[in-house]
Nanobody
Framework: QVQLVESGGGLVQAGGSLRLTCAASGRTFRATTMAWFRQAPGKEREFVAAVNWSGGSTYYADSVKGRFTISRDNAKNTVFLQMNSLKPEDTAVYYC???????????????????WGQGTQVTVSS
């Protein structure tokens, strides 16, 4: 089982950058696909980005492609989300998630991720 704690959120002006960090514990972290999701007020939780167990494969939502970068450091049990060129519409609570043991490769469905952090708030002002 993996436990997740996010950090790095905050208030930033449009065009700025933030780096989110997800600290993971648990022996299975290094074998697990990891992802970031976000949820804005009044909206459903949506997929942002994911990285496979080795860090060699990543995929993104169209809305963040080219601006956000997901990466991981298995030696430190950590996942990162580098967010550049932030827009007001990126404002949301961002959640780190770990894939289920049985995982459909390339999935962006939140149902395929069974472990979640508590979330970190990102607010982008215009």
């Amino acid at each position: 089982q993996v436990q997740l704690v996010e950090s790095g959120g905050g208030l930033v002006q449009a065009g700025g950058s933030l780096r989110l960090t997800c600290a993971a514990s648990g022996r299975t972290f290094r074998a697990t696909t990891m992802a970031w999701f976000r949820q804005a007020p009044g909206k459903e939780r949506e997929f942002v980005a994911a990285v496979n167990w080795s860090g060699g494969s990543t995929y993104y939502a169209d809305s963040v492609k080219g601006r956000f970068t997901i990466s991981r450091d298995n030696a430190k049990n950590t996942v990162f989300l580098q967010m550049n060129s932030l827009k007001p519409e990126d404002t949301a609570v961002y959640y780190c998630a770990a894939a289920n043991t049985v995982f459909r490769s390339g999935s962006s469905d939140s149902k395929d991720f069974g472990t979640w952090g508590q979330g970190t708030q990102v607010t982008v002002s215009s």
